[in-house]
């Protein structure tokens, strides 16, 4: 869901800064940074590859579910917290001001996580918080350098750091959203269908429909069409249906052979291939269209035979 994450924040910016009346320009700046402050609770793949490559003391590799299992749990219970998002918004609002208390203030509360969560849950704890913390800091500099207001700042974690977490809710454990406090808010995955393919091509549905979303947020500020870029080679996507009955079922557990596959897909929207093209527009939607389409008649072909 790591696209979905960043798309569904950056459409939700978007829109509702086109909403307040701001410019084009800072619509699409605050949404962008929504976007990759969207994408900061996921720091933890960098605990997992560390992990893969880390040998156990005198029995080699440590297993790989071992270190995404611990990773996860992490992943789920810090950096997808509703109140760790709300005070890392506050920290990077107070560090994106010109003044320099304001600064230290934003700093010193976003680098108070790191012991505060280290004491509550461990050490792998604050070791994710750690990377999360820095992330959130690259991002706060990145943002001065290109004039982005400390309000818009504010607005981007927010609208980042609280979307992130209600994207989990199809794929793992439920994050835990009121860490640290020993509440559950939601107890289970939210499960689509109880046929686990089934599930897997919804929970799919809505990472396609987040990025569509984001799509539309931009052409909407922009002002353009975006049927207007589609191109005709995207009905090409249809064709993969014959995989349904090529390739084993996906479920979540084992998925990647038709994630990649169907992402395939998407060069019909930029073929034949050149940089002049890739960059279009009309290579994204196409791609994407491609990609929608064979999401459909492969879910099609699996209802009906499978």
Known sequence: MFVGHACLAFAVAALGAHRLGWSRATALRVAVLAGLFATLPDVDVIYGLAGLLAPSAGAGPIPVESFWDAGNRVHRGVTHALPVAAVTTLAVSLAARSGIRSRAAGGGLLLALIP???????????????????GAAALVVAAGRRGVSPRSVGVAALVGLVTHPFGDLLTGEPPALLY???LTVIAERVVLSADPTLHLLGAFGVELATVWLALAAYFRISGERPHAHVDRRAVLGVAYAGAALALPAPTLDVSYHFVFSVLAVGVVGVSPPSLERFRSWRAVVTALSAISLA???YAMVYLFVG
């Open 116 to 134: 505060a969560v280290t004491v509550l849950s461990g050490l792998l704890a604050g070791a994710v918080t750690a990377l999360f913390v820095l």
């Open 180 to 182: 640290p406090f020993d």
């Open 295 to 297: 999401t459909v008649a």
